[in-house]
């Protein structure tokens, strides 16, 4: 069965900014720019649900949980309800005011953390991915943050470019200076090496340093500590480690979703998918989309129907689609970070 103690959600498929290798742009045709509100989380997740959820991670596939209307209300109800949740937030931190970031400040503990998602160390270079990033308010929101809550852990997470490939000891100095607990380095797969026809065999994006480049179909990271503090979650990674181990003692397919480390996904329409890459918007998910859509929509379902579905013990376990054997193949259970990492 899916493992659902992790949920990663899309409160908003609206961004600023127009990062080229982003669905929003690979994909803008089928885009919706959309949002959750605190009401839909009230009637159509409930607190009973999120009493048993440990962990979720506000990200997305197309957007940014900070342009939600509702997002900062929406993490007070669900601390409020459960303050032992684990939150993490993944953000490009654009244009958002210093009295947003202090009332998020006042709503987050020492269980959460925030990821800021910085691939420059300047203006000039964060919007060589970042299209229309705003570095003045990237730094205003983590300098207020940081004022108001010492508590919540603070990541810096960069992914690796040919533009940044030599300034990655620059970009981990000034964020110690900030005060970042973690820098967090991408090894992406999205460049020309990896799919040709997508990107070009001269990819001005991608590091001329292969070790940069992951070295399979999904990210690796590389974490450098900044400081003391201790990352939340350590107790959720042994237990994903332990799922792992008995997949693998039972011979089974890998499928993260049974783990729980990616978390299953649910989108700013409040459809319902086992993971984020099967609802990415390109042409080979199209099944999943259908039937997310049609059959595991929580607008139309309540969650209890849709995770009793007879589909996950059926069909769902011949892990046959591209995204489950491209990413999740049982080779990968042996992998610490495969089996543990968001």
Known sequence: ??????????????????????????????????????????????SETIKQIRKITFCGNDGDPVYCKDFVDICQWIKEINPAMNLVIVTNGSYKSAEWWTK????????????????????????????????????????????????????????????????????????????????????????????????????????????????????ERQLISLSSKIRPGKELKVLFLQRATQLQQAAQFSGICLIGNKGVFLNSRGEFFPCCWTANRYEHNSNWLQQAKEKFNLNTKTFSEIINDSFWTTEFLKFDSMECTTKCTASRLSDLDHTTEW
């Open 1 to 46: 069965m899916l493992a659902w103690d992790h949920w990663h959600i899309e409160a908003s498929s609206i961004c600023a900014l127009k990062c080229p290798r982003c669905p929003r742009a690979e994909a803008a045709e089928s885009l919706l720019n959309q949002q959750l509100s605190l009401e839909f989380f009230k009637t159509q997740i409930g």
């Open 104 to 219: 998020l400040a006042g709503v987050l503990n020492e269980r959460d953390e925030i990821n800021w998602s910085i691939d420059g160390w300047d203006q000039l270079s964060n919007e060589k991915y970042r299209i229309n990033s705003d570095w003045l308010s990237i730094e205003q929101g983590i300098k207020t943050f940081f004022a108001h809550n010492c508590s919540t852990y603070r990541t810096w997470a960069s992914i690796a470019f040919r533009f940044n490939q030599n300034q990655i000891l620059h970009q981990q100095q000034v964020a110690g200076d900030l005060g970042f607990d973690l820098y967090q380095l991408t090894k992406s797969t999205k460049f020309g090496s990896k799919y040709p026809v997508a990107y070009g065999s001269n990819d001005l994006l991608e590091p001329t340093d292969a070790s940069l480049v992951a070295a399979g179909h999904r990210f």
